[in-house]
Nanobody
Framework: QVQLVESGGGLVQAGGSLRLSCAASGRTISVYAVGWFRQAPGKEREFVAAFSSSGVTTYYADSVKGRFTISRDNAKNSVYLQMNSLKPEDTAVYYC?????????????????????WGQGTQVTVSS
């Protein structure tokens, strides 16, 4: 059974930083592309960042480029999203996700339908 568990969310002032974690069980995350998405109140879920199983290919939404960094620790079977220079508009529930099957080393998806397994989400609130 595949399970993804996000953590690290919280309340932070604008300009601050948070690091989100996504711990995987039931699969070796190093052979899967991983994506981060977010959903703000009253809005559709949107893509934030993703990288390929090899880590060579990364993709960021324009709104977070230069502020957010995705990384992984294969020994801990975990993926991280470092978020710096946070803005009130970054307030949302953040989700990590993986595809159904192992990914080609260079492949990265940036739409919801590219991903099959999702975590429960972690709330990030940025105050102004």
């Amino acid at each position: 059974q595949v399970q993804l568990v996000e953590s690290g969310g919280g309340l932070v002032q604008a300009g601050g930083s948070l690091r989100l974690s996504c711990a995987a069980s039931g699969r070796t995350i190093s052979v899967y592309a991983v994506g981060w998405f977010r959903q703000a109140p009253g809005k559709e879920r949107e893509f934030v960042a993703a990288f390929s199983s090899s880590g060579v290919t990364t993709y960021y939404a324009d709104s977070v480029k230069g502020r957010f960094t995705i990384s992984r620790d294969n020994a801990k079977n975990s993926v991280y999203l470092q978020m710096n220079s946070l803005k009130p508009e970054d307030t949302a529930v953040y989700y990590c996700a993986t595809p159904r099957a192992p990914s080609s080393p260079g492949w990265v998806g940036h739409t919801e339908r590219d991903y099959r397994y999702w975590g429960q989400g972690t709330q990030v609130t940025v105050s102004s």
